[in-house]
Nanobody
Framework: QVQLVESGGGLVQAGGSLRLSCKASGRTVSRYGVGWLRQAPGKEREFVASSNWNIEIQYADYVKGRFTIFRDNAKNAVYLQMNSLQAEDTAVYYC??????????WGQGTQVTVSV
């Protein structure tokens, strides 16, 4: 059974930084694609960043230059470093794992709140 557990969310002032962690069990994430997605209140879930098994990385335009996705294969974990946070980044952040963007495993989510 695949489990993804996010952590690192919290309350931060605009302009601040947070690092989200996603630790996996039951699956070796280095062999799969991993993505971060988010959902703000009243909005649909949206793509944030992904790292494919071949290390191809993609970012949504609204986080490019501010967020960085990276892996620690030794820890079977994926991280999302978020800098220059804005109020619009407030959301529940989810990590997900799968193949070719078809995510079949999801974490429970971690809340990120950016205050102005």
């Amino acid at each position: 059974q695949v489990q993804l557990v996010e952590s690192g969310g919290g309350l931060v002032q605009a302009g601040g930084s947070l690092r989200l962690s996603c630790k996996a069990s039951g699956r070796t994430v280095s062999r799969y694609g991993v993505g971060w997605l988010r959902q703000a209140p009243g909005k649909e879930r949206e793509f944030v960043a992904s790292s494919n098994w071949n290390i191809e990385i993609q970012y949504a335009d609204y986080v490019k230059g501010r967020f960085t996705i990276f892996r620690d294969n030794a820890k079977n974990a994926v991280y999302l470093q978020m800098n220059s946070l804005q109020a619009e980044d407030t959301a529940v952040y989810y990590c997900a794992s799968g193949i070719a963007g078809n995510y079949d495993a999801w974490g429970q989510g971690t809340q990120v709140t950016v205050s102005v």
